[in-house]
């Protein structure tokens, strides 16, 4: 029995009987309170056991679900929602970001004055005049893009920049038979750029320039062509007419300085021998229906051969793709050549030392990185460039082509930026306020490892695609 | 006279001339006199005389314990306890006993591992039964227990003497045992690479780490170039590491121990790896480097257990159920 009092039994007992009758009188009032918030559902002619349950526990999720998808932040205060402000970050974006605010990398131009051994690792920029040939021809894909998001085209005098400026200052002179180069090196490690720095060299010097930057728009299929019985081979009209027209825009001082030694006759024109040769792509430019092109630029071509007065420096990058069959397709739905098609074959003459420049240069530079035109066979032998893979001497080399590779000499851009000109190109981008961090040091050496000295990894999987703070 | 009343004898003795006596402690005749119990063959009782049926004894036993079944066994076991007792003795009289609760807290652990009732089996000369086995290392581990005071407490005469009759019962495997669930030290073979195994769900990578070789420094001539920044080279499967892992967050994970511990440049890598994924390789490659920097560093081993970075990630893809879709992917309800 209870070890209570008599007194304590007393009152548990009647907390006992009250709190039945409390009981009870939940019990009535509840069936009278108002229906509950929560739907409860009902079954209509009998479900499983444990069924509603389930279902309405599922009710529940997806209810909470739903409300998840909503942003908390809709239903906060808008003092809330203010970006706190601290005296070192305020929270309005600084001047600098703002459009228009003329931001602009401050560099010193490239030119003969910045290409010295003292200079190797300083980023330069280039003019910015109408006649200059990365605005007159355009420029590669991938640096057409990073000079977009630059402030300012710049470039990093390299090692072999200087190499190069050097090959080329002794090439001045001499045929283009001697001096036919063409830059190899891994993907992403500054072929292009190279490229472009020697071009522009060549054009503060003084040369004739004909840059092609996207060779692989001349094979695959992306402009006109037409079968030309007198050349037999297949023109591309409008591909010869844009060429003669950047050649004219880019060297028109030099070029009214040049005379047509013959005469040219088509069903066209008629022009004396004598017209300087400034005049004479005007008249093929004024053709607008593109049809001159061809044949004015193979006569300006063929009078740049055989001129001394100016060097002429023929730059083509892409240069692998001249060697694929192109994307265009014959009579007979077959591939067709590259040498059939009429600018791909006069660049690979040209590269192939068949038509040679009397006082000039070729450099081609190979893309690594497109899948599509791939390096053939035939180049990496008369290169000998390095194979991930074993070659076996029982691959098919095309016999055609691998003559147009005859006497090619390979330039090697090395494989990993040395540490100095890493730091240039790395201070391009602090200077853009480009990084996401405070901490240069670091963020250099982890993306210089990360990107095993690679530029361009360097650069857009390294700087640019990293968050850390 | 036994052997018994001449111990006793010498150690009223002893504690009548005072801890600094130059002579035999009690202690190393216990000892003694456990190695020849040890050896003696549990036969040939000294004093019978031969051939003497009804002739009294000559001489008395060599031992109190000589009329039990297990003399050897009583034997050691009584050398023990007068060891035992001996020590506390002794370490009475140094005045470290008895030791306050706090200082008794304070020992550090000198664990040991006893030899095993069957290695114990020579000892005692006798098959060494459970109870038998609990009272030996009962009294063994009181034994300790004054070795590790005596230790602790540098009082070199009396430690080596109770460790001396200790030894005599430690197991052969005592290192192994106590080394046991510990990771193996990672040596630097003779050229300062350091060899480590790092492994994150199905991959793992073998990884080499050697520092950096530092040119030399260019003499006082202003015409020599300033000496290049040395950097890190890391190569996977012989493939530098912008070529195997094209993803950033990849390649951020595998720097991660080295810009934590702030030596990027100071190591060169090389690594295989092997197994699972893009994912599952590059937290592998991570997790050999850190234990490579802690095996050439070992100063930097509590950070990257702070930073978790030497713990093998036990992450691993479910296992499938039944009456599941996946491992957690519940089929469809149907409601009828």
């Given at each position: 029995m209870s070890l209570l009092s008599s007194q304590h039994r007393h009152v548990a007992l009647a907390l006992a009987e009250a709190g039945s009758v409390l009981r009870a009188g939940q019990y009535r009032t509840a069936v009278t309170r108002a229906a509950p918030a929560q739907k409860q559902s009902q079954s209509i002619g009998g479900v499983k056991r444990g069924r509603k349950e389930k279902w309405e526990k599922k009710m529940n999720q997806e209810r909470a679900q739903r409300?998840?998808?909503?942003?908390?932040?809709?239903?906060?205060?808008?003092?809330?929602?203010?970006?706190?402000?601290?005296?070192?970050?305020?929270?309005?974006?600084?001047?600098?970001?703002?459009?228009?605010?003329?931001?602009?990398?401050?560099?010193?131009?490239?030119?003969?004055?910045?290409?010295?051994?003292?200079?190797v690792g300083q980023a330069t920029s280039f003019d910015t005049t109408q006649t200059n040939a990365a605005k007159v021809f355009g420029l590669p894909n991938k640096m057409h893009f990073e000079y977009r998001i630059l402030s300012t085209p710049c470039s990093v005098i390299r090692d072999v920049t200087l190499k190069a400026i050097h090959t080329l200052d002794k090439a001045k002179g001499s045929s283009s038979k001697d001096h036919r180069i063409v830059l190899h090196g891994r993907a992403g490690s500054g072929k292009s750029f190279l490229?472009?720095?020697?071009?522009?060299?060549?054009?503060?010097?003084?040369?004739?320039?004909?840059?092609?930057?996207?060779?692989?728009?001349?094979?695959?299929?992306?402009?006109?062509?037409?079968?030309?019985?007198?050349?037999?081979?297949?023109?591309?009209?409008?591909?010869?007419?844009?060429?003669?027209?950047?050649?004219?825009?880019?060297?028109s001082a030099l070029l009214s300085q040049l005379t047509l030694s013959r005469e040219l006759v088509t069903e066209k024109l008629n022009i004396p021998a004598g017209t300087t040769l400034?005049?004479?792509?005007?008249?093929?430019?004024?053709?607008?229906?593109?049809?001159?092109?061809?044949?004015?630029?193979?006569?300006?071509?063929?009078?740049?051969?055989?001129?001394?007065?100016?060097?002429?420096?023929?730059?083509?990058?892409?240069?692998?793709?001249?060697?694929?069959?192109?994307?265009?397709?014959?009579?007979?739905?077959?591939?067709?050549?590259?040498?059939?098609?009429?600018?791909?074959?006069?660049?690979?003459?040209?590269?192939?030392?068949?038509?040679?420049?009397?006082?000039?240069?070729?450099?081609?530079?190979?893309?690594?990185?497109?899948?599509?035109?791939?390096?053939?066979?035939?180049?990496?032998?008369?290169?000998?460039?390095?194979?991930?893979?074993?070659?076996?001497?029982?691959?098919?080399?095309?016999?055609?082509?691998?003559?147009?590779?005859?006497?090619?000499?390979?330039?090697?851009?090395?494989?990993?930026?040395?540490?100095?000109?890493?730091?240039?190109?790395?201070?391009?981008?602090?200077?853009?306020?480009?990084?996401?961090?405070?901490?240069?040091?670091?963020?250099?050496?982890?993306?210089?490892?990360?990107?095993?000295?690679?530029?361009?990894?360097f650069v857009w999987k390294g700087l640019l695609s990293t968050l850390s703070p | 006279m036994s052997l018994l009343r001449q111990c006793l004898r010498r150690a009223y003795t002893s504690a009548a001339a005072g801890p600094g006596a130059a002579r035999s402690s009690p202690l190393d005749t216990v000892r003694t006199t456990l190695l020849n119990n040890k050896n003696a063959s549990a036969s040939a009782p000294t004093g019978t005389s031969s051939g003497d049926r009804g002739s009294p004894r000559q001489t008395p036993p060599s031992s109190p314990s000589f009329y039990t079944t297990r003399a050897v066994f009583y034997d050691q076991v009584a050398q023990l306890e007068r060891a035992i007792s001996t020590a506390n003795h002794a370490l009475r009289r140094a005045q470290l006993l008895p030791l306050p609760a706090f200082a008794r807290e304070s020992l550090p652990s000198m664990q040991t591992v006893w030899k095993s009732k069957e290695e114990m089996t020579a000892d005692f000369q006798t098959k060494m039964t459970l109870s038998r086995y609990r009272k030996v290392t009962k009294l063994l581990n009181e034994l300790n227990e004054y070795y590790r005071i005596a230790e602790t407490a540098g009082v070199a005469d009396i430690s080596?003497?109770?460790?001396?009759?200790?030894?005599?019962?430690?197991?052969?495997?005592?290192?192994?045992?106590?080394?046991?669930?510990?990771?193996?030290?990672?040596?630097?073979?003779?050229?300062?690479?350091?060899?480590?195994?790092?492994?994150?769900?199905?991959?793992?990578?073998?990884?080499?780490?050697?520092?950096?070789?530092?040119?030399?420094?260019?003499?006082e001539d202003s015409k020599a170039k300033a000496a290049p920044i040395p950097m890190t080279t890391i190569l996977v499967n012989n493939i530098p590491l912008n070529e195997f892992f094209p993803l950033p967050a990849d390649r951020e994970r595998i720097t991660r121990p080295?810009?934590?511990?702030?030596?990027?440049?100071?190591?060169?890598?090389f690594a295989i790896t092997r197994g699972g994924g893009t994912t599952g390789q590059s937290g592998a490659l991570a997790h050999g480097i850190s234990k490579g920097i802690v095996a050439h560093e070992p100063d930097l081993e509590v950070l990257f257990r702070k930073a978790k970075l030497t713990r093998r990630d036990p992450r691993m893809v479910e296992r499938k159920k039944t009456g599941f879709a996946k491992a957690r992917k519940r089929y469809t309800w149907v409601k009828r």
């Amino acid at each position: 029995m209870s070890l209570l009092s008599s007194q304590h039994r007393h009152v548990a007992l009647a907390l006992a009987e009250a709190g039945s009758v409390l009981r009870a009188g939940q019990y009535r009032t509840a069936v009278t309170r108002a229906a509950p918030a929560q739907k409860q559902s009902q079954s209509i002619g009998g479900v499983k056991r444990g069924r509603k349950e389930k279902w309405e526990k599922k009710m529940n999720q997806e209810r909470a679900q739903r409300n998840r998808d909503i942003p908390k932040f809709t239903r906060y205060p808008e003092s809330k929602l203010q970006i706190p402000k601290t005296k070192e970050r305020p929270a309005i974006l600084p001047e600098v970001f703002q459009p228009g605010s003329g931001h602009s990398l401050d560099l010193p131009l490239f030119g003969p004055s910045t290409l010295t051994a003292k200079s190797v690792g300083q980023a330069t920029s280039f003019d910015t005049t109408q006649t200059n040939a990365a605005k007159v021809f355009g420029l590669p894909n991938k640096m057409h893009f990073e000079y977009r998001i630059l402030s300012t085209p710049c470039s990093v005098i390299r090692d072999v920049t200087l190499k190069a400026i050097h090959t080329l200052d002794k090439a001045k002179g001499s045929s283009s038979k001697d001096h036919r180069i063409v830059l190899h090196g891994r993907a992403g490690s500054g072929k292009s750029f190279l490229l472009h720095q020697v071009v522009q060299y060549a054009q503060t010097q003084g040369w004739v320039v004909l840059y092609i930057p996207r060779a692989v728009t001349l094979v695959n299929s992306t402009n006109s062509y037409t079968y030309d019985i007198r050349t037999q081979t297949y023109l591309q009209p409008r591909a010869s007419y844009l060429t003669l027209d950047k050649l004219y825009k880019a060297n028109s001082a030099l070029l009214s300085q040049l005379t047509l030694s013959r005469e040219l006759v088509t069903e066209k024109l008629n022009i004396p021998a004598g017209t300087t040769l400034a005049e004479v792509a005007q008249a093929g430019i004024k053709d607008k229906s593109f049809t001159s092109g061809p044949v004015v630029l193979e006569t300006v071509l063929k009078e740049l051969e055989t001129q001394t007065k100016f060097p002429v420096l023929v730059a083509v990058d892409d240069f692998q793709a001249l060697f694929h069959n192109s994307a265009y397709k014959d009579p007979f739905f077959q591939a067709i050549r590259p040498h059939h098609l009429s600018l791909p074959r006069t660049f690979l003459e040209f590269a192939s030392g068949q038509r040679t420049l009397a006082n000039g240069v070729f450099i081609g530079a190979l893309t690594e990185s497109d899948t599509a035109y791939a390096v053939p066979l035939e180049l990496k032998d008369a290169l000998n460039l390095e194979s991930r893979h074993p070659v076996s001497p029982y691959d098919k080399r095309d016999q055609v082509k691998l003559g147009y590779t005859e006497g090619l000499k390979g330039l090697k851009v090395p494989e990993r930026m040395s540490t100095n000109e890493m730091a240039g190109l790395f201070s391009v981008w602090k200077d853009d306020m480009a990084l996401t961090t405070d901490k240069y040091d670091e963020l250099f050496m982890s993306k210089y490892v990360e990107s095993d000295g690679n530029p361009r990894d360097f650069v857009w999987k390294g700087l640019l695609s990293t968050l850390s703070p | 006279m036994s052997l018994l009343r001449q111990c006793l004898r010498r150690a009223y003795t002893s504690a009548a001339a005072g801890p600094g006596a130059a002579r035999s402690s009690p202690l190393d005749t216990v000892r003694t006199t456990l190695l020849n119990n040890k050896n003696a063959s549990a036969s040939a009782p000294t004093g019978t005389s031969s051939g003497d049926r009804g002739s009294p004894r000559q001489t008395p036993p060599s031992s109190p314990s000589f009329y039990t079944t297990r003399a050897v066994f009583y034997d050691q076991v009584a050398q023990l306890e007068r060891a035992i007792s001996t020590a506390n003795h002794a370490l009475r009289r140094a005045q470290l006993l008895p030791l306050p609760a706090f200082a008794r807290e304070s020992l550090p652990s000198m664990q040991t591992v006893w030899k095993s009732k069957e290695e114990m089996t020579a000892d005692f000369q006798t098959k060494m039964t459970l109870s038998r086995y609990r009272k030996v290392t009962k009294l063994l581990n009181e034994l300790n227990e004054y070795y590790r005071i005596a230790e602790t407490a540098g009082v070199a005469d009396i430690s080596q003497k109770i460790y001396s009759i200790v030894s005599l019962f430690e197991s052969a495997k005592k290192d192994a045992y106590l080394a046991r669930g510990k990771r193996k030290p990672v040596v630097l073979d003779a050229y300062g690479r350091s060899y480590t195994v790092g492994k994150r769900k199905t991959s793992s990578a073998r990884v080499w780490m050697i520092p950096v070789q530092q040119p030399a420094p260019p003499a006082e001539d202003s015409k020599a170039k300033a000496a290049p920044i040395p950097m890190t080279t890391i190569l996977v499967n012989n493939i530098p590491l912008n070529e195997f892992f094209p993803l950033p967050a990849d390649r951020e994970r595998i720097t991660r121990p080295l810009k934590v511990a702030g030596l990027i440049g100071k190591y060169n890598v090389f690594a295989i790896t092997r197994g699972g994924g893009t994912t599952g390789q590059s937290g592998a490659l991570a997790h050999g480097i850190s234990k490579g920097i802690v095996a050439h560093e070992p100063d930097l081993e509590v950070l990257f257990r702070k930073a978790k970075l030497t713990r093998r990630d036990p992450r691993m893809v479910e296992r499938k159920k039944t009456g599941f879709a996946k491992a957690r992917k519940r089929y469809t309800w149907v409601k009828r």
